[in-house]
């Protein structure tokens, strides 16, 4: 069967562990090369990108911290040189806004450094990102983030990441429209309790359960799952489908 990325050149975000690393496994899957981006751990993006190339696609680590004011300018300063060495130019087709960060904090605990952080990772950075991407992006690319059920049913546990997914779905709808005209499609996946080391409080039996006892499926959902609809939105066959944001929670926030 013929890949569904044959030829294609995607930026993932966050792709060093958890989720991310699972969307640049299943891009490289169906033929993509894959620039795999990380923050700090190189080990797990050196380990991602032979991942990617194990699955069939091409990989490549980029580092920047997107904590920091100017971050996205220096991921793709980084960027476009791999790129033109490696494909004689620095456009490219699909953007996955992933990385993110969500400290276990709540309302009343939250501080100003903490909401800072997450501000700057999670929304400046996302836009920043995007922002000079759309530079670079061909027509008819793909825009895909990855925001999270809590945007739409707040967890009081994690307070001011729930309010700051919010701005991420909202930006994708603007975005839809604005990138119609060049065909570019901008969707966002919106997972539910997912395996990884953000969701820290899964590695117990009684998380285990209070995360089963809200969703309609009774597994604890793993990276590949989101990835799986990640690689259906990059590909040929959602050409039709923008401004949506994708729930991929085993139907979490169905049960009261
Ligand atoms: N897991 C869940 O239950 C869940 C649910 C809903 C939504 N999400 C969303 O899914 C996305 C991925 O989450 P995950 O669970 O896969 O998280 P994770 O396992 O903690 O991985 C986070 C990724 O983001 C990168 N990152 C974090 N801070 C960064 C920074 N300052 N600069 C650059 N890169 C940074 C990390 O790079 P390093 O390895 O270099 O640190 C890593 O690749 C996030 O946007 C998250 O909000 C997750």
Do not use: C
């Not at 993932?12 to 751990?41: D, Q």
């Not at 009343?108 to 800072?116: G, H």
């Not at 990772?121 to 836009?127: D, E, G, I, Y």
């Not at 285990?208 to 006892?213: D, P």
Request: hydrophobic residues 50%; aromatic residues 6%.
């Amino acid at each position: 069967m013929s890949k569904t990325l044959e030829g294609k050149i995607a930026l993932v975000t966050g792709a060093s562990r958890g989720i991310g690393r699972a969307i640049a496994i299943a891009l490289g899957k169906e033929g993509a090369t894959v620039a795999v981006h990380y923050g700090r751990n190189a080990a797990a993006a050196n380990e991602a990108v032979a991942a990617v190339m194990a699955a069939g696609g091409d990989a490549f680590a980029i580092e920047t911290d997107l904590a920091a004011k100017g971050a996205a300018p220096r991921l793709f300063a980084a960027l476009d040189a791999e790129l033109t060495r490696r494909k004689a130019s620095n456009k490219f087709d699909i953007l996955v806004n992933n990385a993110g960060i969500a400290p276990f904090v709540g309302f009343t605990d939250a501080t100003e450094e903490v909401v800072d952080e997450i501000y700057a990772v999670n929304v400046r950075a996302l836009f920043f990102v995007t922002q000079e991407a759309l530079k670079r992006l061909n027509d008819g690319g793909r825009v895909i983030s990855t925001t999270s059920i809590a945007a739409r049913l707040p967890f009081s546990a994690v307070a001011p990441y729930s309010m700051l997914k919010a701005p991420v779905d909202n930006l994708t709808k603007l975005l839809a429209v604005d990138l119609g005209p060049r065909s570019i499609t901008v969707n966002a996946v919106a997972p539910g309790a997912i395996a990884t080391d953000m969701a820290e409080f899964l590695g117990t039996a009684e998380g285990r359960e209070f995360a089963k006892s809200k969703q309609a499926l009774q597994r604890i959902g793993q990276p590949d799952d989101v990835a799986d609809v990640v690689a259906f939105l990059a590909g040929p066959a959602a050409r039709w489908v923008t401004g949506a944001v994708i729930e991929v929670g085993g139907g979490s926030g169905l049960v009261f």
